[in-house]
């Protein structure tokens, strides 16, 4: 019997700064999260970064946490529940990090018989940091405790028509009735080195302002490009003035260049400029989390307005919008119809 699994990026157990520092802890010790060798990364992460941030991070946490808890976990649980109404066989859902593990994702499926899974990472955009650690923990997984497991995935869907389709809707519907002069595209953060990382040809990928825009092999990996990518096709289908929209990156870590140009210096330069009135969406994300609901929609509103803005409006997120759930759901009945290799 098949099965699909949607894998999320996890939240800690409370706001409590025990939890948070736990979650952290399995969080930044990814390999693929911060990729420096583990002497570098155990003395930054344990010695460093897991002495000083949690309290900041669970105060952080305690601004959005919702009454049912996490609002990510929620949203996922929601969206998962959504989408298993249209189709016919086992939907689970998981967590890259945190309690609700991989592992119990796809032991939750093998016992109601699945013996294929649909791996759905939710995230549109391919990056070391979300879809390949989803994909090299569940096969180390499947190795593991699941040998007789087959288990295909989804691609990055950053370029689906069907996709752009439905979050450029949703984009248009929530600015509906609402005045902006300039719509932000804010995209989740990444050091350039993970760029270059992740580039198959092993030349492409330069970080320059011809890259992402001369067609390569190295796209079918590159996030910047990829982002870059939603930000044009969504401006493409909603028509947008070349001048009134923008892509930008957040979350940087540590003394290394990340993506640029950074979402809060945007902001800043945006109200420096003049600019009074603007909307924000964050396309890396399905689901809102602390990133969209504490650092874009506080954070980010408050630096517009000390920058002189007026009206700073914050798009959510796709969470369970009906024609996203329909296409997840589409998406998961088509495949079931072909045969996956083992």
Known sequence: MKGALLVNLGSPESPEPKDVKKYLGEFLMDERVIDVPLWARTLLVKGIILNTRPKASAAAYKKIWWEDGSP?????????????????????LAMRYGSMTIKKGLQELVDKGCDEVFLIPLYPQFAMA???????????????????????????FYNNPEYITVLANSIKDDLKGKEYEHLLFSYHGVPERHIRKSD???????IDGSCCETASKAHEFCYRHQCKEVTRLVGEYLKLEPDTYSTSFQSRLGFDPWLQPYTDRT???LGKKGIKTMAIATPAFVSDCLETLEEIAMEGEEIFHEMGGKEFSTIPCLNTNKDWVSLLAKWINEWSKKPIEA
């Open 72 to 92: 990510l976990i929620v949203l996922s649980e929601q969206l998962q529940e959504k989408v298993q109404e249209q189709v016919d066989f086992p939907v689970a």
């Open 200 to 206: 198959i040809t092993k030349s492409h990928c330069k």
């Open 267 to 269: 902001i800043e330069r």
């Open 130 to 156: 979300t879809t390949e650690t989803i994909l090299v923990l569940a096969e180390e997984i499947r190795q593991e405790f699941f040998p007789n497991l087959k288990i295909d995935s989804l691609p990055a």
